[in-house]
């Protein structure tokens, strides 16, 4: 069970207004939980402290009732980012990238139909679409238990919004994957979760 | 009625240098034409990489210097000269960006958006433009890193409309926004066009086009393939090109189901339709030659059998 207990966070300068004020949010292994509220409520911030990128002013962020840096070796929640091409190193081709975070199992490769010729392209020679596949594939080491999306169908096209979807509710399936799905379509939660919150 | 924006037989190709000095030429966009009355709200929906935001970039001027344009834009009966252009472009012919990073980071909001003026009148304008959008006075002493992603993009928006333009070019303007925001924006949009704009809204969205369009023009490889009125989408039947159609598929709402593929890239398609690769009903004639985008049932189709769509479904449903 991932959880955030009473977390309070605020940006610095800013701690008479909060981001976050005592928010509760757990997700358990194969649930898919969708988070909803307006544009800056929090959303992203929330998810940056799930996996471990801030930490919170107050309150706890427990993987298992544990700590989350206490955690050895590739983080268990991965964060999956709205804007593909601010994620990827773009020095370096997209094969290298890859390399870094691990060797990604063929089967993955494949189901994700990243294509071999990708691999020695760089970031900006691919579509936003492609490059997500990319980030799937990188977060989806063997280890990792959860993932956060954040947003991460809302800059592609209907078509490739469902070819991703549509594999990772497979992968999570079959792994017990637990997802915190953050996204603005009510459509689109209404077809992925199997919870609602709202922030 | 004269249309306010006329773009005929637009393409664009980039100019690139391949080992040495060998040049090749990149078409991106080929043979489009678009037209958008004043009081209209079009939409131009296409995969990302189908070409939508360089035809933002053409009316406006502002593409790369690597690339070469063709074909005619004209504005209001008149041919949009690189002149005539410089003079309109924010002020009548007004771009709400597509990227949070067109803001400059090293100024606070309110100076930026009101390009150097101080005086109360200017101040005035944009605190309304702000305060429509849900922003208030506050936002102005912010610099673009404190602002969410949504925050930005309303400001972006504010800047571009507080000028009464007449021409809006909305590229991908409402991503990251929650749903009562976006609307909105959308509605604003309209009002826009109903009092007297025209407003050309790019977005790979249909959801959003669906939401505030007349007319619908879908991308797919840097040409126009469909042209609809936005009541056309109401149901998969009255869709005449088999990309709308799988579009129309992948909607959350409509099953979920995607086709298999992407868009070729840019070149890759030397003749035919360059669909075929993802096409169900492709045949031997698709594959030479150039298809040509024609009038079908009050539309507009870039496909060699259209008709056969429509049976095709017949059969399905």
Same mark, same amino acid.
């Given at each position: 069970m991932l959880e955030a207990r009473d977390v309070t966070f605020y940006y610095r300068g800013?701690?008479?207004?909060p981001v976050l004020d005592q928010v509760n949010l757990s997700v358990a292994p194969g649930e898919r939980v969708g988070l909803k509220g307006p544009s800056g409520r929090g959303k992203t911030t929330l998810c940056r402290l799930l996996a471990g990128y801030e930490r919170p002013r107050a309150g706890k962020v427990l993987l298992d009732g544990r700590a989350l840096d206490s955690f050895r070796g590739v983080c268990p929640v991965q964060m999956i980012w709205q804007h593909p091409e601010t994620v990827a190193d773009p020095l370096l081709p997209l094969g290298k990238t890859l390399e870094e975070a691990g060797a990604v199992e063929p089967r993955l490769m494949e189901a994700l139909h990243i294509e071999e010729g990708w691999l020695t392209r760089y970031p900006a020679e691919l579509s936003g679409g492609e490059l997500q596949r990319f980030c799937l594939a990188r977060a989806l080491h063997p280890s990792v238990r959860y993932l956060?999306?954040?947003?991460?169908?809302?800059?592609?096209?209907?078509?490739?919004?469902?070819?991703?979807?549509?594999?990772?509710?497979?992968?999570?399936?079959?792994?017990?994957?637990?997802?915190?799905?953050?996204?603005?379509?009510?459509?689109?939660?209404?077809?992925?979760?199997?919870?609602i919150v709202e922030l | 009625m004269k249309?306010?924006?006329?773009?005929?037989?637009?393409s664009i190709d980039f100019i690139q240098y391949e080992r040495g000095l060998r040049r090749r030429s990149l078409p991106?966009?080929?043979?489009?034409?678009? #037209?958008?009355?004043a009081g209209q709200v079009v939409a131009v929906v296409g995969a990302s990489g189908s070409g939508k935001s360089l035809l933002a970039h053409a009316i406006l001027d502002i593409l790369p210097y690597n690339s070469r344009r063709e074909g005619i834009i004209r504005y209001d009966g008149e041919e949009l000269t690189q002149e005539r252009i410089q003079k309109l472009r924010g002020r009548e012919i007004v771009l709400v960006p597509q990227g949070?990073?067109?803001?400059?980071?090293?100024?606070?909001?309110?100076?930026?958006?009101?390009? =150097?003026?101080?005086?109360?009148? #200017?101040?005035?304008?944009?605190?309304?433009?702000?305060? %429509?959008?849900g922003l208030d006075d506050a936002v102005q002493e912010l610099y673009p890193f404190e602002l969410s992603g949504g925050m930005a993009r309303r400001v972006l928006i504010a800047s571009a409309v507080a000028e009464s333009?007449?021409?809006?070019?909305?590229?991908?303007?409402?991503? =990251?926004?929650?749903?009562?925001?976006?609307?909105?924006?959308?509605?604003?949009?309209?009002?826009?066009? +109903?009092?007297?704009?025209?407003?050309?809204?790019? #977005?790979?969205?249909?959801?959003?086009?669906?939401?505030?369009?007349?007319?619908?023009?879908?991308?797919?490889? =840097?040409?126009?393939?469909? +042209?609809?009125?936005?009541?056309?989408?109401a149901a998969e039947e009255l869709l005449r090109h088999p990309f709308t159609q799988a579009l129309w598929n992948a909607m959350p709402q409509h099953g979920f189901h995607p086709i298999p593929g992407a868009q070729?890239?840019?070149?890759?398609?030397?003749?035919?339709?360059?669909?075929? %690769?993802?096409?169900?009903?492709?045949?031997?004639?698709?594959?030479?030659?150039?298809?040509?985008?024609? =009038?079908f049932r009050g539309g507009l189709v870039r496909c060699l059998h259209p008709e056969r769509v429509q049976k095709r479904n017949g059969q399905d449903g």
């Open positions: 800013r701690k008479k207004s956060l999306c954040d947003e991460i169908s809302a800059m592609l096209d209907l078509v490739t919004q469902a070819q991703i979807w549509n594999f990772l509710l497979e992968e999570a399936e079959r792994r017990q994957l637990g997802l915190l799905i953050v996204s603005h379509s009510d459509a689109l939660l209404g077809r992925l979760c199997t919870r | 249309p306010i924006l006329e773009i005929e037989n637009l991106v966009i080929r043979d489009l034409s678009l #037209t958008v009355e949070v990073n067109y803001l400059d980071p090293l100024m606070k909001v309110g100076p930026q958006l009101r390009k =150097g003026s101080r005086d109360a009148q #200017t101040k005035k304008k944009y605190l309304d433009a702000l305060g %429509r959008y333009p007449r021409l809006v070019i909305a590229d991908e303007p409402t991503p =990251g926004l929650d749903v009562s925001s976006a609307a909105r924006i959308l509605a604003h949009f309209r009002e826009l066009a +109903e009092g007297g704009a025209g407003v050309l809204l790019i #977005t790979h969205d249909l959801e959003t086009a669906l939401a505030a369009a007349d007319r619908v023009a879908v991308f797919y490889a =840097g040409e126009t393939i469909e +042209e609809a009125a936005a009541g056309d989408f070729p890239y840019p070149g890759e398609t030397k003749e035919g339709c360059p669909f075929a %690769r993802q096409c169900g009903g492709c045949t031997e004639d698709c594959q030479t030659g150039s298809i040509p985008l024609r =009038g």
